[in-house]
């Protein structure tokens, strides 16, 4: 069992008590149920799953196992999978003053350690300010809200890709979903109309009063957006069978 108290570098899902379980959206509110989400969509990890982890994605089954099950739950916490995955190592540089010589470390790089020398007889105000201003120059990350930068540090076995946005993320997998849909009905849904279905675009809703330009405009608008999130949905899910979320780029 991990004993050590796990921090990640994005929210992560919450589930509330047994006798007061919190509702799904707290669990959605999480990037890693979205990795989760993705990757159940991903065919060739799916068929790895059905062979029981063989095959070409064995060793990404070795740590993700199967995500066939609709519980994110179930599999997040089964074996400490989440904190596993995503969470954490501890952090090579502690928060602290440096006494000796000995505690200096080579490999400290400014890249992620700023190394300060503080003359004891400067007054309190004027080193709060220019820590202040220092910190403005050199911490450059939003409160709250991880940037790139601080992804690529980060120490867990499993990393986002970018910062992300979950709104997006649950855009581009609606569309995915219903195009998949659209697919398997005798008469496909063009984009456009799955588009308006979703109410993606609220400026290019079709409306009776539209005149046969302005309609045209709107269709091309709403099947623009669609195709664009179900490209982006697509390469996600492709990359996420390469242990990468969320990856819209193709190699």
């Known amino acids: 069992m991990l004993c050590m108290k796990i921090h990640f570098t ?8 047994a006798n007061t379980p919190k509702p799904l959206s707290y669990q959605q509110r999480s990037p890693y149920y979205w990795w989760w989400a993705f990757l159940k ?5 799916l068929a790895c799953c059905a062979r029981g ?5 064995a060793k990404l089954y070795e740590a993700f196992d199967d995500v066939r099950s609709d519980s994110f739950k179930s599999w997040w916490t089964e074996g400490e999978r989440g904190a596993r995955l995503f969470g954490e190592k501890p952090r090579p540089v502690k928060l602290s003053e440096l006494t000796e010589h000995s505690q200096w470390d080579l490999l400290w790089s400014s890249d992620n350690v700023m190394v300060v020398a503080v003359p004891l007889d400067i007054s309190k105000r004027r080193l709060q300010t220019y820590f202040s201003e220092l910190l403005k120059k050199r911490h450059t990350a939003t409160r709250g809200r991880k940037s790139n930068a601080d992804l690529q540090l980060a120490t867990a076995d499993y990393k986002l890709h970018r910062a992300v946005s979950i709104q997006t993320l649950r855009i581009q997998l609606a569309v995915w979903d219903a195009v998949t849909a659209s697919k398997q009905l005798p008469k496909k849904k063009t984009m456009a109309q799955i588009g308006a279905e979703l109410r993606l675009v609220p400026t290019a ?3 009776s009063s539209d005149t046969a330009s302005t309609a045209m405009l ?3 608008v709403m099947q623009a957006t669609v195709s664009r999130y179900y490209k982006d949905a697509g390469n996600i899910i492709t990359n996420t069978a390469k242990g990468q979320f969320p990856n819209s780029a193709l190699d």
Request: charged share 40%.
């Open 10 to 17: 994005a929210p992560h899902p919450l589930f509330g008590r």
């Open 41 to 45: 969509r991903n065919e060739d990890y």
């Open 53 to 57: 982890g063989k095959g070409k994605f």
């Open 205 to 207: 809703m079709p409306d």
């Open 218 to 220: 709107k269709r091309n």
